[in-house]
């Protein structure tokens, strides 16, 4: 599976992005796909994700918003009210595991990241 992340860039704080990922490669959609964020100096944490339910990490709930298109093997995230906290690579990834795990080296497939920037 290959992932192609889109839709990063420079925004000021209050504004809006939404990022894009789309999964290649097999006709199946994997289980589960969602975004992980790394910011400098920081470990890469899952922001949110998307299975038979949905998952987001404290810091975005009501910011951010997962959504899936499975005919389309693509993964979105509506990202509201940035932040200069959240500035950092923005990473796709993708897994078929049952449920949702939250640490990076549960996943299979990355896409390459895309930046976002968050001025104050």
């Known amino acids: 599976v290959q992932l192609q992340a889109s839709g990063g860039g420079l925004v000021q704080a209050g504004g809006s992005l939404r990022l894009s990922c789309v999964a290649s490669?097999?006709?199946?959609?994997?289980?589960?796909m969602g975004w992980f964020r790394q910011a400098p100096g920081k470990e890469r944490e899952l922001v949110a994700a998307?299975?038979?339910?949905?998952y987001y990490a404290d810091s975005v709930k009501g910011q951010f918003t997962i959504s899936r298109d499975k005919a389309k093997n693509t993964v979105f995230l509506q990202m509201n009210g940035l932040k200069p906290e959240d500035t950092a690579v923005y990473y796709c990834?993708?897994?078929?595991?049952?449920?949702?795990?939250?640490?990076?080296?549960?996943?299979?497939?990355w896409g390459q990241g895309t930046l976002v920037t968050v001025s104050s």
């Open positions: 998307s299975q038979s339910n949905t």
């Open positions: 990834a993708a897994d078929d595991s049952i449920s949702v795990r939250r640490t990076p080296s549960s996943y299979d497939y």
């Open positions: 490669g097999r006709a199946v959609s994997p289980n589960v």
